[in-house]
């Protein structure tokens, strides 16, 4: 009997440990990204660093646009997701925003507007049951300032993209690379 006491004593400390473990990776992994901005309110945000990844943009048969990624050793590729919390059990209820665009490798600092912001290929995409609005688009109003060295990524992006609705018009984040 005490056998199995201390047995069962020394695999609860052991299975502990490994959570606690696990917790700490995971806090190391959430201190890559450093939110500088508050996420809308009613969602989550999250924010990812695609290094090697360029943006390839492309048109489907109604002449919407549409994106893939694929390796580049030039470039990477940043994306934002907001995605809106849902009632449970609600169909057709998802709400779902990304911003994607491009950062070239070798550039320490960037500044985009309007027009301009077509070479970094800043794109917003809307997937919602919201017809007319839906889909992926170029974003051709605002402003981006981009600088990076070799450990780190700081962006920040204000936007508009009128009459398209959206709950994000500005990010401001520091990505540990």
């Known amino acids: 009997m005490?056998?199995?006491?201390?047995?069962t004593l020394i695999s609860s400390i052991l299975i502990n440990c490994s959570v606690k473990k696990n917790e700490v990776g995971k806090t190391l992994s959430e201190q890559e990204k450093n939110i500088v901005q508050e996420c809308p309110n009613g969602g989550e945000?999250?924010?990812?660093?695609?290094?090697?990844?360029?943006?390839?943009?492309?048109?489907?048969?109604t002449n919407k646009i549409y994106y893939n990624l694929v390796d580049n050793l030039?470039?990477?590729v940043v994306r934002f997701e907001?995605?809106?919390?849902?009632?449970?059990?609600?169909?057709?209820?998802?709400?779902?925003?990304?911003?994607?665009?491009?950062?070239?490798n070798?550039?320490?600092e960037t500044n985009l507007s309007d027009e301009f912001l077509e070479k970094a290929k800043?794109?917003?995409g809307k997937y919602c049951y919201c017809k007319g609005q839906a889909g992926?688009?170029?974003?051709?109003?605002g402003s981006l300032k981009i600088k990076q060295d070799r450990e780190e990524i700081s962006i920040e992006l204000n936007f508009d993209m009128s009459p398209?609705?959206?709950?994000?018009?500005?990010?401001?984040?520091l990505i540990k690379k």
């Open 164 to 173: 398209i609705t959206h709950k994000v018009s500005k990010i401001k984040y």
């Open 45 to 61: 945000c999250s924010i990812k660093y695609l290094a090697n990844k360029s943006i390839k943009i492309d048109k489907d048969n």
């Open 136 to 141: 992926v688009y170029l974003i051709q109003t």
């Open 122 to 124: 800043v794109l917003f």
């Open 74 to 76: 030039e470039k990477s």
């Open 2 to 7: 005490g056998k199995v006491l201390f047995l």
């Open 106 to 108: 070798s550039a320490q």
């Open 82 to 104: 907001f995605k809106k919390n849902n009632p449970s059990g609600m169909a057709e209820a998802n709400y779902i925003e990304e911003i994607v665009l491009e950062v070239q």
